[in-house]
């Protein structure tokens, strides 16, 4: 009876290997490498933000304070904008859905600064084929802080494996408990297709 638990322990757990999605970072000369040999393919639209917040959609829960949008000048570190969250006392997200397939590996990008307390994030969450969010708390759901050393800007590189059942992937840029005079910028934002 022992080995008989064990053993549909075991084939339950091999059954979970692929229902999950998976993450893992990669550097900078690896993504570059890939780029460059012709085996990503770009989904993101306007991910250097220069057409306004086009192609992405905005959530904030009820009373937020929170503001997001473009900027220029010295907040752009590709082009002439990039996108700035400020105020996001109980958080924002800025994000793109795109339609995917299980077992599926994309390449998640952006370039990030900040100013102030609080934090900045790219999240990435799952939707079934028929719209239904996987549920909160699912381990498919994937968070990065930004991680800022000084006054320069950061690069988030992740790569995702789709989880089984999924149809649709979100992919927000956020930041929550921010003061009044604090913000984050983020710019060359990219969801890469590997080839």
Known sequence: ???MKMFVLLMFALSM???????EKMSAEEFNKLKKDGKLESVAKNPSFEKYRKGYSIWKP????AIAETVGG???SDGLKSLKISNS???ISVFQAILVEPGEKYIITVNAIKQGEGQAKLSVRFKNAK???FYNGHPSAKSFLVEQK???WSRIIQVITVPKKAGRMIVMLGAKGQKENDFVCFDEFGIFKIK
């Open 62 to 65: 009820k009373g937020s304070k």
């Open 74 to 76: 010295e907040f752009a």
């Open 131 to 133: 719209g239904k969010w």
């Open 1 to 3: 009876m022992k080995k």
């Open 89 to 91: 006392d109980k958080g």
């Open 150 to 152: 000084g006054s320069d």
């Open 17 to 23: 290997v692929n229902v999950f999605a998976a993450a």
